[in-house]
Nanobody, 124 residues
Framework: QVQVVESGGGLVQDGGSLRLSCAASGRTFSTLTMGWFRQGPGKEREFVAGISRSGSSRRYADSVKGRFIIARDNAKNMVSVQMNDLKPEGTAVYYC?????????????????WGQGTQVTVSS
């Protein structure tokens, strides 16, 4: 069983930055593809960013491309997402998720293990 725990959420102003971190345990971290998702009020959970096992491949949602950066440190069993130029529509609960698949897939169904989520609120 893999445990996933997010941290780093909070309140930020429009145009501000925030960095979310995620720790995973229970399985060799370098065998997990990691992803970040978010779910805004009244919305479905959506893909934000994903990173392959080695970190060599990254994938972003069009809505965050050029503003968010996903990274991982396999020695520390951590993955993070640096979120810049945040917008009010980015207000959501952000989830970290782990997948045993090799590819970075944006589908929620491809991720087996999920954290509890961390709230990000962007004020206008």
């Amino acid at each position: 069983q893999v445990q996933v725990v997010e941290s780093g959420g909070g309140l930020v102003q429009d145009g501000g930055s925030l960095r979310l971190s995620c720790a995973a345990s229970g399985r060799t971290f370098s065998t997990l593809t990691m992803g970040w998702f978010r779910q805004g009020p009244g919305k479905e959970r959506e893909f934000v960013a994903g990173i392959s096992r080695s970190g060599s491949s990254r994938r972003y949602a069009d809505s965050v491309k050029g503003r968010f950066i996903i990274a991982r440190d396999n020695a520390k069993n951590m993955v993070s997402v640096q979120m810049n130029d945040l917008k009010p529509e980015g207000t959501a609960v952000y989830y970290c998720a782990a997948s045993g698949l090799v590819v970075v897939d944006p589908s929620t169904g491809s991720y087996t293990y999920w954290g509890q989520g961390t709230q990000v609120t962007v004020s206008s």
